[in-house]
């Protein structure tokens, strides 16, 4: 078995044991809620849903116009940061399948 480089090894992350899933209708938000004693979260979607969109605090949205009050949602987020309890809203102006893999603290 060949040796794994460290710079790969300390950025992978385990296969998760805690994911949930949401089907999407096209353009209508769901919401995942950050389970208790977890800290991370990594997103993926299929193919089908291309650009996906989230929000803490308030339900996504696909933009439609320009937004320059700070209130965008985000597109396309890979990992982040998550609290306990924390509601995430996620939208995609096409159906598809979106997934939050979760992990505790490290």
């Known amino acids: 078995m060949a040796d794994v480089r460290a710079e790969l090894y300390n950025d992978s992350v385990e296969i998760p044991t805690y994911v949930d899933a949401r089907v999407l209708g096209a353009s ?57 309890g924390q509601v995430i809203s996620v939208i995609s102006p096409t159906a598809g399948i979106i997934t939050i893999a979760f992990y505790p603290a490290p």
């Open 28 to 84: 209508t938000a769901e919401t995942f809620t950050v389970p208790a004693g977890y800290y991370f979260a990594v997103f993926s979607g299929n193919v089908a849903v291309g650009d996906y969109y989230t929000k803490i605090g308030g339900t996504a949205a696909v933009p439609a116009a320009d937004i320059s009050d700070g209130s965008a949602s985000f597109p396309n987020i890979g990992y982040c940061r998550v609290t306990p």
